[in-house]
């Protein structure tokens, strides 16, 4: 049974970071791409970033790019978001989602629940 279970989120100030860790379990972690996305209130769910399986390509949206970083570790069956620099248009649900890597990445139907961030003084 394929699980993603998303933690770590919280509340932060603007500036501030945080580290979103997803865990997975139910199928061969090593062998998919994984992925965050992201939605707040009233918009789309988008993109954040995506990286392959072994950790030799990644992708990033363009509001996140230079400020936080993909990483997974096969071992652990974990993939995590590190978030810095955050700012109040960072606020949304995010979530951890399965995929796999053609010419980028593509997600399946897989999802984590979300975790909630929020970036306010």
């Known amino acids: 049974q394929v699980q993603l279970v998303d933690s770590g989120g919280g509340l932060v100030q603007p500036g501030g970071s945080l580290r979103l860790s997803c865990a997975a379990s139910?199928?061969?972690?090593?062998?998919?791409?994984m992925s965050w996305y992201r939605q707040a209130p009233g918009k789309e769910r988008e993109l954040v970033a995506a990286?392959?399986?072994?950790?030799?390509?990644?992708k990033y949206g363009d509001s996140v790019k230079g400020r936080f970083i993909i990483s997974r570790d096969n071992t652990k069956k974990t993939v995590d978001l590190q978030m810095n620099s955050l700012k109040p248009e960072d606020t949304a649900v995010y979530y951890c989602?399965?995929?796999?890597?053609?010419?980028?990445?593509?997600?399946?139907?897989?999802w984590g629940q979300g975790t909630q961030v929020t970036v306010s003084s």
């Open positions: 989602r399965r995929g796999r890597w053609g010419d980028w990445f593509q997600g399946d139907n897989y």
């Open positions: 139910g199928f061969i972690f090593a062998n998919y791409a």
């Open positions: 990286i392959s399986a072994g950790s030799i390509r990644t």
